[in-house]
């Protein structure tokens, strides 16, 4: 695995707990923060923007 694929790995779960263990209103965000640590974890490169 290179390293966009672990820090994908890490910035999924960390989205997951926190979606888990807190009632807030910032489901919104959390499903970017769990998606984009997902795309970085199958994709293994972030996003070009060029």
């Known amino acids: 695995m290179n390293i966009y694929r672990i820090i994908g790995l890490i910035i999924a779960i960390i989205g997951a707990v926190i979606m888990f263990t807190w009632d807030s209103e ?22 070009n923007l060029d």
């Open 26 to 47: 910032y489901d919104f965000l959390l499903g970017f923060l769990i998606g984009g640590g997902i795309a970085l974890l199958f994709s293994g490169k972030p996003k």
